[in-house]
């Protein structure tokens, strides 16, 4: 079955301090993996997206991922954290197989970013 | 370009009446996908609906049901509301092009059931 896991509920961070938010994914064939983030009240913003190329990808405010075909993981990444960061962010890989444009989600990180 | 509109933002249903959600894709985009987001169960996938079909469907109940329309908007209904669907109703619009592939997500509509 195909799956996203996030294994952090809650990721803290100092402000300026580089912060890592953890992905890991199953999925049979090659994945199509997406973080995006939302803050409260607030609809799914697209952060970056991995579907096939270079293997680190940078996204909108700063943000990069790594594509890891090894260890199938999706790591979400910025060197120096913002207070305006904080947020709850998902991780989702778009089934593979058919035509379908369904994603799978991970449960949610909730990045907290102190001054 | 214009993103993704859903309307209402916010509504307030009693417990057995139905309701209707609409979804306005991003201009171009043939792809809708709805999803249910709980804090108990996450975000859930509703159904997906391509060139006014379904070609994909969650695991809901038949309460849960939807359509498409020849412009790519899209309705979602769901008929004698139960406590249980209080949620955020998220549509994603999605364009997919040779190698080229898309998704972004509206707003949301907070549906609460009471």
């Known amino acids: 079955a195909q799956s996203v896991a996030q294994p952090e509920d809650q990721v803290n961070v100092a402000e300026g301090n580089p912060l890592t938010v953890k992905c890991t994914y199953s999925?049979?064939?090659?994945?199509?993996l997406f973080w995006y983030v939302q803050y409260p009240n607030r609809g799914l913003q697209f952060l970056l997206k991995?579907?096939?190329?270079?293997?680190l990808v940078k996204g909108s405010y700063g943000f990069e991922a790594e594509f890891n075909k090894s260890q199938t993981s999706f790591h979400l990444k910025k060197p120096s954290a913002l207070v305006s960061d904080s947020a709850l962010y998902f991780c989702a890989v778009r089934v593979d197989g058919g035509a379908t444009n369904k994603l799978i989600f991970g449960t949610g990180t909730l990045l907290a970013v102190q001054p | 370009k214009a993103g993704v509109t859903q309307t209402p933002r916010y509504l307030i249903k009693t417990r057995g009446q139905q309701v209707t959600l609409s979804c306005s894709p991003i201009?171009?985009?043939?792809?809708v996908s709805w999803y249910q987001q709980t804090p108990g169960q996450g975000l859930q996938f509703l159904f997906e609906y391509f060139s006014e079909t379904q070609r994909n469907k969650g695991n809901f109940p038949g309460r849960f049901s939807g359509r498409q329309f020849s412009n790519s908007r899209s309705e979602m209904n769901v008929s004698t509301l139960e406590l249980g669907d209080s949620a955020l109703y998220l549509c994603?619009?999605?364009?997919?092009?040779?190698?080229?592939?898309?998704?972004?997500f509206g707003p949301g509509t907070r549906l609460t059931v009471t």
């Open positions: 201009s171009g985009h043939r792809s």
């Open positions: 994603a619009s999605t364009l997919t092009s040779g190698g080229f592939y898309e998704q972004y």
């Open positions: 999925v049979s064939g090659n994945p199509y």
């Open positions: 991995y579907i096939t190329g270079d293997n």
